[in-house]
Every structure is written in C-alpha cells, then in structure tokens.
C-alpha cells in the first residue's frame, strides 16, 4: 500500500512539474527589429515586430503598440498568416531612440499582455538637427487634401513655447498645446525656401492637443517650404488618439497645397 501510495504521489509530482516547465515553454513575447534612415534631412524609423509564436492560439495578439522613447507612435496586430507587421514613423529628435513593441492586448490563448521587447536605434548623424527657425501659415489659410489649417499656425525648431496649430475638416476640428513632444528642421539643398531667406526648409513634428474639444489626442506634421507663390509647398498631417494610435481620426499623406503658402523664417524671441 505504501508503494501504491509512493507511486501515485510521484506520478502526481511528475504532472505538476510538466505543467511548470510547459508553462515556462509557453513564455510569450513580441520581437522587435528597427533602423533609422535620412533621407533629405528627414530621419525615418522602420520597424518590424514578429510575435514569439506563429501557432493559432499561441501567437495571435490584437493590439501591439510600438513606442519611440516611450512614446506610442503606432499599433498594430499578430494574426495569421504572418504574426507579424511593419510600419515607419519620424524619428524623435536625438542621436539614439529606443524603439519598443509592447503587447497590451490578450494573446490568442488567453494569456494576458504587458511583455515587451525593445532596440536602441542609432539616428544617422547631421539629419534634422537645426534648432533655430520658424513656420509661419500665410494667406487666409493652408489648405491641404481637403484640410484647413488656419492662418496662426506658428511653429518654432524647439521644445519651447509659443506654438501654435490648428486644424479644421468637415465639422471636426484639431488644436495644438503649445507644447510640442518632438520637432526636427531641416535644410534640403535641392529645396530653395527662399524669399524670405531661412535655415530651414523642412519641418518634421510631433504634438499633443484637443480633438473637438476632447483631450489625449497627438499629431503628426510634416510642413515643406519650397519658395514663393506657395504652390509647391508641401505638408503632411496624422491625427490619432493618444492611447490608441489605431484610432487615426485624420490622415493626409504628403502632397502639395491646394491653397495659402507655409513660410520658413528665421527664429524670433518667444512670448
């Protein structure tokens, strides 16, 4: 009987401690790759995030977001076939940027989010690092793919204030604190601003502000000017929830204005 009773405990043992090591098996984990390019001052992260599994049920994740410095600047999925997905975003402003993948939706099956996995990306040297200039919104507003940007708009090449951005479309409207997260200036030989002369030509930058009056809502904003009557200026706008960057509630991919003109200036004390 004692033997028996032996036998069965250790069996019992050997059960538990399978479950243990599958659950240990069974880790769960987003991968993270990333690199940064300049192109025309500009500097651009790409990113691909992979889940650790490509099994139904194991792998799949609704919502992965990718953060740049702690940042969310996108969201995305594991499903099949691939259980994975790849994006861009404007890098921030500095010479390195952590990229991140963080799994904040339940996986397949059924284990809770929360991991994450994160690279340090170098930022090519000498793109976007001017720190001195302005764009100002000429005309009676900018008008771009349908979008109205008012006449106020004025944004500086730094962090500091006196910043201001202002977006309206079919009913809905956008408006920039005057802080901004992120802003990188850069001067494109092959772009002439001019007149007026200015150390910039390109304006890469990236907000917080009030969607109808609603809080927690970011935007992203290119803003191009290439010389005078304004008709080959070029801007750029992505407006997204800040806590759920999948929520993109306007998006205008780069293209020519439709009407006003952006103006890059040289930089004048602040308010």
Partial sequence: MVRIGQRLLTGALIVVFQVLMAGTALAHWPNIKAGATCVNGIATIDYTSTSWSAKKGEGENPRIDILFNNVVVASGAYKSPGYSFSG??????????????????????????????AITVDIPSGCGELSLGRFTGGGSQIQVGGVRVTKGLTVHCDLLLSNNLEVNWKGHSFHMAEHISTVRCSDDPNIIEAPPEAPLDTMVGVGVGRYDNVDGFTIEFTLVDAGEPGNLDMAALRIFETANPANVVLLVPLQYLSGGNLQAHFDQPHK
């Fill in 88 to 117: 861009s975003a404007f890098a921030p402003a500095g010479t390195t940027a952590v990229v991140t993948a963080l799994a904040v939706g339940t996986w397949g099956d059924g284990q809770a989010g929360g991991q994450s996995a």
